[in-house]
């Protein structure tokens, strides 16, 4: 799915951002690929697809 029509990123480009280099938040993920700096709709969905991921990512680490 297109998250940022202005620069035609996708939710999997911001899934793989988080996964490859740590990303965390918005500022993290405009260092790595323009999204955002436009008309700026997409930005809340991001941030919702960073933390999504996040959360995805820690219930399966292994902690012992």
């Not at 955002?36 to 919702?48: D, I, M, W, Y």
Request: hydrophobic content about 40%.
């Amino acid at each position: 799915m297109f998250v940022c029509m202005c620069y035609g990123i996708t939710d999997k480009q911001i899934k793989s951002a988080v996964e490859t280099h740590g990303v965390g938040n918005m500022r993290e993920l405009k260092q790595i690929m323009e999204l955002g700096s436009q008309c700026g709709k997409c930005v809340e969905l991001a941030q919702e697809i960073i933390d999504n991921t996040i959360v995805d990512e820690t219930l399966f680490m292994d902690v012992g």
